[in-house]
């Protein structure tokens, strides 16, 4: 990807968790409480939500990435590690996805598949790519776990993510809303961080409509750690990078965030010798289903979102 400009990353306080290094004292509980309302206008505005407290919510599906983790990422690591010389092979469609698509066919039995996000780049110039980047998925497993659909989740969640008619009802008789992927990110040890990137958007004919489309929940399996994920606050551009976009990132500082899928974000550096996850479950509202999503790039007539058994409950 060619930029501009010259690119430096500068790792701004966090919007939303400028106190998350300290301890707070009972009295300032209560600023981490977030209404439904507040949730979603700051994910609309700025494209994340910290929860420095950690996942707000009971869903089983969470429950359900976090014993796959637990049950498979080791095995993951250890074979993407023994495939090492094969990870920047030139013929590549992108770093590592030769190697995640042998470990894909090797754990298939276990519904584990293996892809190849954006790969991590240089923070100085040329700003080339240095390495890749993986996503576990465990979207077949879900599938095979729930096949009539996964558990909705807790009414104070559905507040959050689909309070719009559009989203809550169901349409020819299926379920609104969708699970776009089940997983967890995974960086490499001495990984580069990932280049800046949206994961989803709509085309000009199709702007965001005031909601969220694409809702993405990130938070670390282990306790006491926290997300680094690196935001453009606002940065809803299409996809499009520039360098300035660099200069604006924030770093999440949080067991937890809401990300929306349609913002400027990327995967922090690891400098660490030891792989890095964050679990990861990516959701479609019906809205992001038929503006975007439908006859889009993912919809390739074989991938199948899962669908949410969950709709509103007509009031009395």
């Known amino acids: 990807m060619t930029v501009p400009c010259k690119r430096v990353a500068v790792d701004k306080e966090p919007i939303a968790g400028k ?10 509980a209560s600023a981490d409480i977030k209404t439904p309302v507040d ?21 089983e599906l969470m429950s359900f990435v976090e014993e796959m983790y637990d049950r498979y990422h080791e095995e993951v690591e250890q074979r993407l590690a023994a495939l090492q010389a094969d990870w920047n092979k030139s013929d590549d469609f992108r770093p590592g996805s030769a190697a995640a ?18 790969p991590s780049e240089g923070e100085s110039e040329p700003f080339s790519c240095t390495g890749p980047r993986f996503y576990v998925s465990v979207t077949e497993a879900a599938w095979k776990n729930w096949p009539r659909g996964a558990p909705a989740p807790p009414e ?42 949206a994961d989803i958007w709509g085309e000009r004919d ?39 976009h660099y200069q604006q990132m924030v770093r999440a500082c949080a067991p937890c965030i809401l990300v929306d899928n349609e913002v400027l974000h990327r995967g922090a550096a690891n400098p ?45």
């Open 156 to 197: 104070a969640l559905a507040e959050v993510l689909w309070p719009h008619e559009a989203d809550s009802l169901r349409v020819s008789g299926s379920w609104p809303n969708m699970i776009r992927g089940l997983g967890w990110a995974l960086a490499p040890p001495q990984a580069d961080p990932q280049s800046l990137h």
């Open 39 to 59: 949730i979603r206008t700051e994910l609309y505005d700025q494209g994340f939500v910290q929860f420095p407290s950690g996942i707000p919510w009971l869903w």
């Open 272 to 316: 660490s010798d030891k792989w890095v996850s964050t679990c990861s479950i990516e959701l479609c509202t019906r809205t992001g289903y038929e503006e975007v999503w439908k006859g889009g790039g993912e919809d390739d007539g074989i991938y199948k979102m899962l669908p949410i058994r969950w709709k509103r409950k007509q009031s009395q």
């Open 206 to 244: 199709k702007p965001r409509p005031g909601r969220v489309r694409f809702h993405h929940f990130l938070w670390k399996r282990a306790a006491g750690k926290c997300c680094t994920t690196q935001v453009v606050p606002g940065g809803f551009t299409d996809g499009k990078t520039w360098g300035e």
């Open 19 to 28: 106190s998350a290094k300290r301890s707070k004292p009972e009295s300032e």
């Open 101 to 118: 698509e042998k470990v894909t066919k090797d754990m298939a039995a276990v519904g584990v598949a293996v892809y190849s996000p954006p």
